[in-house]
């Protein structure tokens, strides 16, 4: 019988030997995502860095460490409470954002994780994030902060680490978008969160 650790193996194969879209030609690792696999909360960013792509952990490198810094003040831990994962899989060379084929291809795996680890919350970091679930009249200056809806569940855009080490001045949005986060995994899955900030 199908089970959902077997599911979610055969979904961690089929993206590790994935040649959809040539990106497979230039990867040193396809990243599946990491954290907790029964997570209510699931950020999803753009594709990989070198770091990540070199060592296959999802926002490791200096962005990682900002958002680190972020789900720290959040009490949210990587391991608990969070899966962390990309749009696309393999890093598009030089850092490039990824082309619409490359999101196209990609984006299926995305919907089966979603459909397997079943979060109530979606957080998209940044414009290619938010633009690939929400369509393509999206635009994440006008859209952060405001709740709307993946099918049935609850997505959060807000900006990319990446884009608050470019320009601090967004640090202050991006945490208020983080604050709305925990009122509302407070809500619907653990009243008692702690968090010092809210
Ligand atoms: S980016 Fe996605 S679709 Fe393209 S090869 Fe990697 S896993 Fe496959």
């Not at 699931?42 to 490198?61: C, K, R, T, Y």
């Not at 598009?92 to 999101?103: A, L, W, Y």
């Not at 979603?114 to 999206?138: K, V």
Request: proline letters at 6%.
């Amino acid at each position: 019988m199908e089970t959902m650790d077997s599911r979610i193996e055969v979904l961690r194969a089929d993206i590790q030997q994935c040649r959809k879209c040539s990106l497979y030609e230039t990867r040193h690792h396809a990243l599946v995502g990491n954290g907790a696999e029964n997570a209510r909360i699931m950020l999803i960013g753009e594709a990989p860095g070198a770091e990540e792509d070199q060592q296959g952990i999802v926002f490791i490198g200096k962005a990682g460490q900002m958002l680190d810094k972020i789900l720290m003040a959040c009490n949210f831990s990587r391991d608990k409470h969070l899966f962390i994962t990309n749009i696309v899989r393999c890093r598009p060379p030089g850092n490039r954002p990824p082309k619409d084929e490359e999101i196209a291809a990609c984006l299926p795996y995305l919907e089966r994780q979603i459909e397997l680890i079943n979060p109530s919350i979606l957080i998209t970091l940044g414009a290619t994030a938010l633009r690939s679930l929400a369509g393509g009249t999206s635009r994440i200056t006008r859209d952060r902060g405001k709740w709307q809806y993946y099918g049935t569940r609850l997505m959060m855009p807000t900006y990319h680490p990446a884009a608050l080490l470019r320009n601090p001045g967004l640090k202050k949005e991006t945490w208020e978008d983080f604050k709305e986060v925990i009122r509302k995994y407070r809500e619907m899955a653990d009243p008692g969160h702690p968090c010092n900030y809210v």
